[in-house]
């Protein structure tokens, strides 16, 4: 996988970055979620500049089938309602 400048690791899928960012690399004043996050941001046109993006706290295995359920579920009712 590929680091940023900060040194956490992301990668790509289409225009959007994918990051593990470790709370321990967080400031107290950004650490809102108390625990490691996943942030999800999309390139800004062209060039590799980001838009600020989500953030999903890393707090059980749970949550990570909760977002590809949540993933697979918008697609197939999008794909069907088209």
Same mark, same amino acid.
């Given at each position: 996988?590929?680091?940023?400048?900060?040194?956490?690791?992301?990668?790509?899928?289409?225009?959007?970055?994918?990051?593990?960012?470790?709370?321990?690399?967080?400031?107290?004043?950004?650490?809102?979620?108390?625990?490691?996050?996943?942030?999800? %941001? /999309? @390139?800004?046109?062209?060039?590799? $500049?980001?838009?600020?993006?989500?953030?999903?706290?890393?707090?059980?295995?749970?949550?990570?089938?909760?977002?590809?359920?949540?993933?697979? %579920? /918008? @697609?197939?009712?999008?794909?069907? $309602?088209?």
């Amino acid at each position: 996988m590929k680091k940023d400048q900060a040194n956490h690791l992301y990668t790509e899928v289409e225009n959007i970055r994918i990051t593990y960012v470790p709370a321990k690399d967080r400031g107290k004043d950004a650490d809102w979620a108390g625990s490691d996050v996943i942030r999800l %941001q /999309a @390139y800004k046109g062209v060039g590799k $500049s980001l838009h600020m993006g989500a953030e999903m706290p890393v707090q059980s295995p749970t949550a990570f089938v909760e977002l590809i359920t949540a993933l697979c %579920q /918008a @697609y197939s009712q999008g794909v069907r $309602s088209t």
